[in-house]
Nanobody, 132 residues
């Protein structure tokens, strides 16, 4: 069974940095895609990043582009979300999700929005709180 373990959240001041980790276990296919979504209070889940292990495609949402980036360590089956210049608006529960079979970041038609329907395995959330 594929499982994801998210970690690295915490409380930081505006302008600070955090690194989130998402470790996948139980993968049985050579290709996979891992994404980060976040959910602020009263809002739906918002795609933040997506990365594949092959050929190494990377997607970063416009809302965080230039401040966040993702990377993958295929040997460890772990994806990282590097966050800098954090803002109070980044406060949310951050979830990682996996498409355990394909290395492809699927977008909603005619948008630059990550398609949440492409992911069917989710880790637990890790809380990121950014104070003013």
């Amino acid at each position: 069974e594929v499982q994801l373990q998210a970690s690295g959240g915490g409380l930081v001041q505006a302008g600070g940095s955090l690194r989130l980790s998402c470790e996948a276990t139980g993968l049985t296919f050579p290709d996979y895609t891992i994404a980060w979504f976040r959910q602020a209070p009263g809002k739906g889940r918002e795609g933040v990043s997506c990365i594949t292990n092959y050929p190494g495609s990377l997607y970063i949402a416009n809302a965080v582009k230039g401040r966040f980036t993702a990377s993958v360590d295929d040997a460890k089956k772990t994806v990282y979300l590097e966050m800098k210049d954090l803002e109070p608006e980044d406060t949310a529960i951050y979830y990682c999700a996996v498409d355990a079979r394909w290395a492809f970041c699927t977008m909603v038609d005619d948008t630059d929005e990550l398609d949440i329907r492409a992911f069917d395995r989710w880790g637990q959330g890790t809380q990121v709180t950014v104070s003013s």
